[in-house]
Nanobody, 128 residues
């Protein structure tokens, strides 16, 4: 089983860009689909994006489409979320998650219960 650790959060001005990364330790990272979720203060955790084991397929929530890009580097056991045109409402703790199962539908990959392992989260704050 992999262990996950997010990096790269911080404070950015509205309209700016930020990239968060997820470093995985353990074996067989390439066998896991990866997802990014976020949780804003007072709100439930929500799906942001997911990427298949080989990086060939992705899903995005509506809040992320056109602004965020998910990617992964299996050689370096890492996943990334590039966020552009950031808005104040993107302020949240961002979590990466790993799913040890076959790639599936959007409904599958956007569900928190589909993931086996979670990171501790990294804070992203967007100022106005």
């Amino acid at each position: 089983q992999v262990q996950l650790a997010e990096h790269g959060g911080g404070l950015v001005q509205g309209g700016g860009s930020l990239s968060v990364s997820c470093a995985a330790s353990g074996r067989s990272f390439s066998r896991y689909a990866m997802g990014w979720f976020r949780q804003a203060p007072g709100k439930e955790r929500e799906f942001v994006a997911a990427i298949s084991q080989n990086g060939g397929s992705t899903y995005y929530a509506d809040c992320a489409k056109g602004r965020f890009t998910i990617s992964r580097d299996n050689a370096r056991n890492s996943a990334h979320l590039q966020m552009n045109s950031l808005k104040v409402e993107d302020t949240a703790v961002y979590y990466c998650a790993a799913r040890f199962a076959a790639w599936g539908s959007y409904e599958d990959l956007s569900s928190q219960g589909a993931y086996n392992t979670w990171g501790q989260g990294t804070q992203v704050t967007v100022s106005s």
